[in-house]
């Protein structure tokens, strides 16, 4: 059974950095596609970036581009998003899905895993 852990959230102030980690178990993950998507309170969730596990074109939200990047460490079975520049908007619950097959990386709806999510917040 596919297992996601997102881990590194919390609180900083606007201009700081985070990042986050997302660890998988459960199978090999050769090529799934990863992708991290936030929601925020009262807000639909949305795509933030994604990759292909084994390597490829990564993919960001026009939000983000320039100051997240998502990345991977096979050693640990990681996929971890290194956020800079942060703003009060990026404030929001962020989420690590999975899936094996995918035609659109902006649809949640298309992430057959979900991680429990993360809290960032970040204050101005």
Do not use: H
């Not at 309170?41 to 960001?60: C, D, H, I, L, Q």
């Not at 996929?79 to 899905?97: F, H, I």
């Amino acid at each position: 059974q596919v297992q996601l852990v997102e881990s590194g959230g919390g609180l900083v102030q606007a201009g700081g950095s985070l990042r986050l980690s997302c660890a998988a178990s459960g199978r090999t993950f050769s090529n799934y596609a990863i992708g991290w998507f936030r929601q925020a309170p009262g807000k639909e969730r949305e795509f933030v970036a994604g990759r292909r596990w084994s390597g490829g074109n990564t993919y960001y939200a026009d939000s983000v581009k320039g100051r997240f990047t998502i990345s991977r460490s096979s050693a640990y079975n990681t996929v971890y998003l290194q956020m800079n520049s942060l703003k009060p908007e990026d404030t929001a619950v962020y989420y690590c899905a999975a899936t094996e097959w995918i035609s659109s990386w902006y649809n949640s709806r298309e992430y057959a895993y979900w991680g429990q999510g993360t809290q960032v917040t970040v204050s101005s």
